[in-house]
Structures are given as C-alpha cells and as structure tokens.
C-alpha cells in the first residue's frame, strides 16, 4: 500500500532534478542545454496532469484540491475534508502552484530570447511578442525561488520539528501517517503511467534535436 506510486515518486525526484538544472544551465548562460532542461521539465507537468485524472488515490487532482473557502477555514484551526489526506489546504496551493508556474514558465521560455546569441526554439512563430514573452519568463523565475525556498522549509519543519517523515514518504512511498488514505496501484495502471512519463520526456526531446 502506497501513499505516493512509483510515478509520483519517479516524477518528483525528476522534477527536481530538471528544475535545478533548469536555474543552473540559465544562470551560468547555457541556454542551449537550458532549453532540452526546461521543455522535459513541460513534458514532466503534462504527465502530472495526466496522472492527475488517471493515477492513484492520492495524485488525483480532486483529492487533493482545496477552494478558497477550505483554505480559510483550515488557516482558522478547523478540521479539513477527511477524504483529502494527501495534501493539507497549505501544501495542495503550494502544489498547484507549482504546475502553474512550472507551465508558465517553460512555455514562455519556448518564446523567449537572450536577443544576442540564443532564441528559445518556437520565437519565429510569434516574433512580435518575444520581448513580452522574455518579460514574462525573467520576472516569474523569481517567483519559483520562492516557491522551492518555502516547499524545502515546510518539508523540513514537518520532517525535523513535526517528526512527521515526509521525505521518506516522497522516497519508498509507504505511509507514515496512519490517518492517510493508501491505495495500492494495479501493475498495469502503472505499466501505463509509467510509458506515459517516459514519452513526456522523450518527446521534448525529439522535438528540439
Ligand atoms: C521550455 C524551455 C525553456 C526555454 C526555451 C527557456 C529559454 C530561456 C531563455 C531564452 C532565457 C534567456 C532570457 C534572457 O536572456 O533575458 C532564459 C532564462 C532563464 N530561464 Fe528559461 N527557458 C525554458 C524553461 C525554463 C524553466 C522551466 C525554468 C525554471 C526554473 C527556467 C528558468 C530560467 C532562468 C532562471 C533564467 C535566467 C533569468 C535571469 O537570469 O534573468 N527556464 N530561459
Ligand atoms: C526544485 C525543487 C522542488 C520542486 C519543484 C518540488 C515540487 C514538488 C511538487 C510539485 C510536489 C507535489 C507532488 C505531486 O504532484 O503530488 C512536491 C511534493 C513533495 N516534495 Fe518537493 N519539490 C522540490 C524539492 C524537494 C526537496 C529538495 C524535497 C526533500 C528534501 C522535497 C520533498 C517533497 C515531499 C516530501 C513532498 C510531499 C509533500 C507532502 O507529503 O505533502 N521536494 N514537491
């Protein structure tokens, strides 16, 4: 029985993977490298939310999505849907924030230019809006630092602080919390998500060579 299925787990650690690189290869001026980075980094959303109809209890966008009413009232101390164990009201927004940004952001960067050496590999579709398009990709990078910086402090507290172990649960997937709902995922099911998640990243790939 697990919290997180192996896709999950797979996706995550990858994302992290290609987020980081995704800074790194910007910020020491790689674009090229940038660009097969952040497009694997699209292809890794447009998996998620492929999963997130198709993929185990706890990836299910419904299980795990709060309305704005549900977030007050949790920030106000009251007991939250117990069918949504997955994620608290916080961290569901924090997620969704994530593929907001993460799909803002590469897309964007498909568009944008450094305008000396490199143009991100669509530019000559919509070259009148590359400027805005770079605008939008240089200014929303910030708000992914941001993101990272309270996700990797909020796991921790929960890690180190709360003795909740949330890290090993992102790594075996097995439940620490007895209160959270586990579902164990049929072989084929991950067979499937598993063909999909490679084809996300093999696609971009293609397509930029
Ligand atoms: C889909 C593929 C992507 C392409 C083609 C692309 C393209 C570009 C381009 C052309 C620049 C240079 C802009 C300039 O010089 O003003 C840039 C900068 C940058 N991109 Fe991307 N990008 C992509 C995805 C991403 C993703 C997913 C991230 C996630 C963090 C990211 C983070 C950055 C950062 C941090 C910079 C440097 C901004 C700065 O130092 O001001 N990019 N990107
Ligand atoms: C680039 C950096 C990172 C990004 C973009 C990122 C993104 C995400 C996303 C999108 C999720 C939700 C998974 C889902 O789709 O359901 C998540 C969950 C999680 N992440 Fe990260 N993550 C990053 C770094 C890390 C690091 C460094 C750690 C651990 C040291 C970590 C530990 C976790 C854990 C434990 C969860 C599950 C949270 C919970 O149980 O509520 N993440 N992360």
Redesign the pocket.
Known sequence: MY??DIN?RI??WL???F??FS?ISAKIDNLFLHQYFGSISLGLIIF?IF??FFGSY??IFKN?FYGPKEIFNYLKGKKVNNKKT???PL?SL??FS??IL?TVLSISGLFSSDDILFDGPLVSYLPEYTIHFTKIHNLSHYF?YF??TI??L???Y??LIKK?K?????IDGRPRNYQIIVEETKFNKNVLGFTVLISCIIIPIILLV
């Open positions: 919290v997180w999950l996706f995550h994302l992290v993977f987020i980081t800074i998620r999963w997130g706890n990836a795990f997955g994620h608290n961290g924090s997620v994530f593929y993460i992914i993101l990272i996700h990797i909020a796991i921790f929960y890690q909740q949330l890290i090993n649960q992102m």
